[in-house]
């Protein structure tokens, strides 16, 4: 079983930043592909960005150069630094691992990210 716990949300000004952290229970993390999704009031779960086993990325067009994500393998545990937050970036934000050899998505409960002035 897998166990990913999401921390860093909170309240910020428009033009501020958050660092969201995840830390997964799973062992061998460093093989698997580590994402964030996020989801707003009223809408769909949305892709943010994702990393992979050999450290390569990818982003969502409207948060490319603001957001980064990184990974830390010796400690489980995956981030996403979010800067010029907007008030559009508002939503819960949930961490994903997928684990290609069985093609199961495991989540997180999700972080709130409120960006409001």
Same mark, same amino acid.
């Given at each position: ?48 960005? /994702?990393? /992979?086993?050999?450290?390569?990325? /990818? ?59």
């Amino acid at each position: 079983q897998v166990q990913l716990v999401e921390s860093g949300g909170g309240l910020v000004q428009p033009g501020g930043s958050l660092r969201l952290s995840c830390a997964a229970s799973r062992s061998s993390f460093s093989i698997y592909t580590m994402g964030w999704y996020r989801q707003a009031p009223g809408k769909q779960r949305d892709f943010v960005a /994702n990393i /992979n086993s050999g450290g390569s990325t /990818n982003y969502r067009d409207s948060v490319k150069g603001r957001f980064t994500i990184s990974r830390d393998n010796a400690k489980n545990t995956v981030y996403l630094q979010m800067n010029s937050l907007k008030p559009e970036d508002t939503a819960v934000y949930y961490c994903n691992l997928y684990d290609i050899s069985t093609r199961m998505d495991y989540w997180g409960k999700g972080t709130l990210v409120t960006v409001s002035s």
